[in-house]
């Protein structure tokens, strides 16, 4: 059983912090900060926005594009590393601000690896015939994890989230093919205990993200039948204009193939892939029928990539 993605939603908080307001109270410059990351500006949660308030503006724009009510949905899936509570779920306190009809409910922890994740367990559920409209959402408040006196953090992560729906479906569009991995032997890149705020070996992460994200592209596409020649768009995740530039040397495709909207706001984690997705489609970067390449790295460490045909 086939599916595709029927409908894109994405919600960023209103709040705007630039690099200028970094500034003002870190030893940092919007100099070095658009040099090393490409970031110009991230959004800001307010203090009483949780994941499950950002992720329900993405979330109903994703059902109502994709023609469905939220009584349809009888998944929802969410990706995040900043979680409204340990228990219960995020996912369980979206669904039921979204008043869904009792669905299957869970979070996903793979850091900024988790939205694709969260797609290829949409697939698997779909195709097994356990389901048929599934709810994957992206969404991160981060600005409550980072240490904001560790310059070497805070100036890369911001809040948002994105959401899709996916839909079986007997046409040919949809999710051709996935491929996960993790390496937990490496958690010590990148990590953020309970209770504490994240920590981050950037260098290494940096290496091990061109190198696994190049890796897993070319596996996906090879499990899909295709070359990189058929593809429309890359829509990596947004951690950093380097990676993102690096990506597209290793692949050997013109920068203009990798998608990039981070200077507008940073590293959203498991958020920045179906933001990037919606805005993309908004710029009209592709079109119905397009083959279009995903892929994500992140804490875990974990990574994959995703071919679909929208
Ligand atoms: N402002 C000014 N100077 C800074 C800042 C800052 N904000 N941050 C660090 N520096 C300094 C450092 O202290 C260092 O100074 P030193 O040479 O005197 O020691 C110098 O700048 C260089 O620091 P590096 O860490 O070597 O800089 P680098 O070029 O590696 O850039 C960065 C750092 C942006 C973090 C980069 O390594 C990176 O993007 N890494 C990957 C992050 C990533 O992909 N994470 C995975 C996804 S996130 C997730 O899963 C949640």
């Known amino acids: ?4 993605l029927t409908g894109l939603g994405m919600y960023v908080p209103p709040r705007v912090l630039t690099n200028e307001d970094l500034e003002k109270f870190l030893d940092t410059s919007d100099e070095w900060i658009t040099t090393r990351t490409g970031i110009k500006e991230r959004r800001i949660a307010e203090e009483w926005e949780k994941a499950s308030d950002l992720g329900y503006h993405a979330a109903k724009e994703a059902i109502e594009n994709s023609g469905l009510s939220s009584k349809d949905i009888d998944v929802v899936i969410v990706a995040t590393s900043t979680p409204d509570m340990i228990f219960p779920s995020t996912a369980c306190f979206l669904a039921d601000k979204l008043k869904c009809n009792k669905p299957m409910a869970f979070d996903i922890s793979a850091a900024c690896s988790g939205f694709i994740y969260g ?12 389901a048929e409209n599934i709810l994957v959402v992206g969404s991160e408040v981060f600005s409550k994890i980072v240490d904001w006196n560790d310059r070497t953090t805070a100036v890369l992560f911001g809040d948002g989230a994105g959401a899709v729906v996916v839909s079986k479906t007997n046409n040919d569009k949809g999710i051709l093919s996935a491929v996960m991995r993790s390496d937990g032997s490496h958690w010590g890149s990148l990590y953020c205990p309970v209770g504490e705020k994240i920590k981050m070996r950037g260098r290494e992460t940096f290496k091990l993200a061109i190198k696994n994200m190049a890796e897993a592209s070319m596996k996906a596409l090879e499990e899909a039948g295709l070359t990189l020649d058929d593809i429309k768009l890359i829509i990596p995740h947004q951690a950093n204009i380097r ?6 040397e290793k692949l050997e495709i013109p920068e203009d193939k990798v998608f990039s909207n981070i200077h507008r706001y940073g590293n959203t984690s498991a958020a920045s892939i179906p933001i990037a997705m919606y805005e993309a489609k908004e710029e009209g970067r592709f079109h119905e029928g397009d083959y279009i390449l995903l892929t994500a790295f992140g804490g875990g460490l974990t990574w994959g990539a995703i071919v679909l045909r929208v």
């Open 119 to 130: 797609l290829t367990l949409a697939r698997t559920f779909i195709a097994a015939g356990q």
């Open 243 to 248: 990676i993102i530039r690096a990506l597209a």
């Open 1 to 4: 059983m086939a599916c595709e």
